[in-house]
């Protein structure tokens, strides 16, 4: 399974994108990352961000997201129901072991 992760998009986000499974983010990269979310979508790529040690903060970035983590618990079991995001984890597994 082919992943890439966002630091290693080049400039042209959507070439960047062919031919992966998965785009991985971390919490910092999210509001950099508009244009490679929505090339996500058109490359059927999905999209997975690690979370964790950060406050989530809801906007239109959960709509391409497709595995969360986060640090706690009780936030996994929220967001989970009130994200729309497919699966929102808290755990200590690196994210690369949780994609599918």
Same mark, same amino acid.
């Given at each position: 399974?082919?992943?890439?992760?966002?630091? #290693?998009? =080049? !400039?042209?986000?959507?070439? *960047?994108? #062919? /031919?992966?499974?998965? %785009?991985?983010?971390?919490?910092?990269?999210? &509001?950099?990352?508009?244009?490679? %979310?929505?090339? *996500? @979508? %058109?490359?059927?790529?999905?999209?997975?961000?690690?979370?964790? /040690?950060? $406050?989530? @903060? $809801? =906007?239109?970035?959960?709509?391409?997201?497709?595995? %969360?983590?986060?640090? +706690?618990? +009780?936030?996994?079991? /929220?967001?989970?129901?009130?994200? =729309?995001?497919?699966?929102?984890?808290?755990? $200590?597994? &690196?994210? !690369?072991?949780?994609?599918?």
């Amino acid at each position: 399974m082919r992943t890439i992760s966002f630091s #290693q998009l =080049g !400039e042209d986000i959507r070439a *960047s994108l #062919q /031919g992966h499974r998965w %785009l991985v983010l971390i919490a910092d990269e999210v &509001p950099r990352a508009t244009a490679a %979310l929505a090339f *996500s @979508e %058109l490359e059927d790529v999905l999209v997975a961000v690690d979370h964790r /040690g950060s $406050d989530v @903060e $809801d =906007g239109l970035w959960m709509r391409a997201v497709h595995l %969360l983590l986060v640090s +706690d618990v +009780d936030e996994a079991t /929220g967001l989970q129901s009130t994200s =729309g995001i497919t699966k929102v984890l808290a755990t $200590d597994q &690196p994210i !690369e072991e949780l994609l599918w």
